[in-house]
């Protein structure tokens, strides 16, 4: 059984600029969650999808947006970067939807640099 | 905020030794799980335990859990190479997970 995917591995923008993460969750998997990981702290919760609709936000500012596809793989937005917006940007999926307490299934994440 | 916090930061064991790490958490939880992640990669699943449960175990990790004192801890035992990584706690609340700092394990040969 394939496992979470995200693509691309790594990513390089310039302030200002916007990016865009994928990612393919495993196979039969509704929930999507995304996280970022800044170097030395520890996960921030970002988004969960589930179903195509977003079921919760983190503390974040509304310039980092996603949407869930049909076939469930998301998309995360991240617009105007900032410097600090550099990290490790992590995607897990779930089985069945409103399980986030249950075990998450990690994708290899993107990591983004902000110049 | 972190809702869990993981003691010590950092750890370095010698092969064949046990590693203890502990973390402590705010309020009451459904469960909470442990996950590993090395260098900088996608995390791991290693193990779950419900609010109901004190102990677990799964190959090498022992798990328990204190309620009462909102505080958990993992013992991996005969560690090897291998298991060199930064581990997490996480628990849920609101609607998502909450993960603390994490402890990174050096097991040196």
């Known amino acids: 059984e394939a496992g979470v995917t995200q693509s691309p591995t790594h990513l390089i923008k310039t302030r200002g600029q916007q990016a865009t993460l994928r990612c393919s969750p495993i196979?039969?998997?509704?929930?999507v969650y995304w996280y970022q990981q800044a170097l030395g702290l520890g996960l921030q919760f970002l988004l969960w999808?589930?179903?195509?609709?977003?079921?919760n936000r983190g503390n974040f500012p509304p310039r980092f947006s996603g949407r869930q596809f049909p076939n469930y793989s998301s998309e995360l937005n991240v617009n105007a970067l900032e410097l600090e917006d550099s990290a490790l940007y992590l995607c897990?999926?779930?089985?069945?939807?409103?399980?986030?307490?249950?075990?998450?299934?990690f994708g290899p994440g993107t990591r983004l640099l902000v110049l | 905020s972190q809702q869990g916090e993981e003691d010590p930061q950092a750890l370095s064991i010698q092969e064949g030794e046990n590693a203890t790490m502990n973390c402590s958490y705010k309020?009451?939880?459904?469960?909470l799980q442990w996950y590993r992640q090395n260098s900088g990669r996608g995390l791991v699943h290693l193990i779950l335990?419900?609010?109901?449960?004190r102990e677990k175990h799964s190959g090498r990790l022992r798990v328990t859990l204190d309620t009462s004192k909102k505080s958990s801890s993992l013992l991996i035992t005969a560690s090897r190479a291998a298991d060199t990584a930064s581990y997490f706690c996480?628990?849920?609340?609101?609607?998502?997970?909450?993960f603390g700092a994490g402890t990174t394990v050096t097991v040196r040969a």
């Open positions: 897990a999926s779930s089985p069945v939807g409103g399980s986030y307490q249950e075990t998450q299934y």
């Open positions: 196979s039969g998997h509704t929930s």
């Open positions: 999808y589930d179903e195509g609709e977003e079921r």
């Open positions: 309020t009451s939880i459904n469960n």
């Open positions: 335990i419900r609010s109901n449960e």
């Open positions: 996480a628990t849920a609340l609101d609607y998502k997970l909450s």
